[in-house]
């Protein structure tokens, strides 16, 4: 069982990031957030499910950088496949998140939050996205998780820029939560 503050900060963190990568989205999301708050700088509950577009670009950052980059089950029957290969009743399966998929296969590093279109969501088997898991051992904080990082992204693009430090990369260390060894470096410039 994790704690969500660990999961979480590594979450904003490399949403950020791939925020200053992206100044094109970065903007179309402070668009749609300032659309959406006008003169507020207030977030109510009613604000979260109209971010749709932020909401794409936070899930494609859990696709590129997932907090938790793989889970491990223990088999608890053996398993046979169509062509007759089998695995063993105990043996231990290690998946990794950034495993590519069909999906997104077409240029997988590729920073896209169009591929989260409820067009393109409604054709991918529910089970091809895993920031949080799923079926019986998904994330109890999945809702939770992604408020917070919707509230997050919005309050901090409505008062800043985000750019990237091309001095200081993140240098990915995959553990049990995602970090990166030298931090996450960014310039921020206040929005006027």
């Known amino acids: 069982m994790f704690e969500g503050h660990d999961t979480t ?22 668009e749609e957030i300032q659309g959406i708050l006008g003169d507020r700088d207030t977030i109510e509950w009613e604000d979260l ?3 749709t577009y932020t909401t794409m670009c936070i899930k494609e950052s859990l696709r590129l950088f997932p ?7 223990e088999l608890s029957k053996p398993v046979t496949f169509p062509d007759g290969r089998s695995l063993p009743k105990s043996l231990v399966l290690l998946r990794s998140h950034q495993t590519l998929t069909r999906w997104s296969l077409l240029l997988p590093q590729v ?19 895993l920031p949080f898991s799923a079926g019986s051992r998904n994330c109890i904080g999945q ?9 997050a992204l919005a309050l901090t693009l409505q008062r800043f820029e985000l750019y ?11 553990q049990i939560v995602l970090r990166s060894s ?7 410039k206040k929005v006027i």
């Open 111 to 129: 920073f896209d939050p169009l591929r989260f279109s409820p067009e393109k969501s409604a054709q991918r088997h529910s089970h091809a996205f």
């Open 9 to 30: 900060a590594s979450g904003i963190s490399w949403l950020f990031y791939c925020m200053s990568l992206h100044p094109e989205h970065q903007q179309r999301c402070r």
């Open 49 to 51: 499910g109209k971010m």
């Open 164 to 174: 990237p430090d091309p001095s200081k990369l993140p240098i990915m260390i995959p």
């Open 67 to 73: 907090p938790v980059p793989g889970v491990s089950r």
């Open 182 to 188: 030298n931090g996450i470096h960014l310039h921020l």
């Open 143 to 151: 809702q939770f998780a992604m408020n917070e990082l919707k509230v």
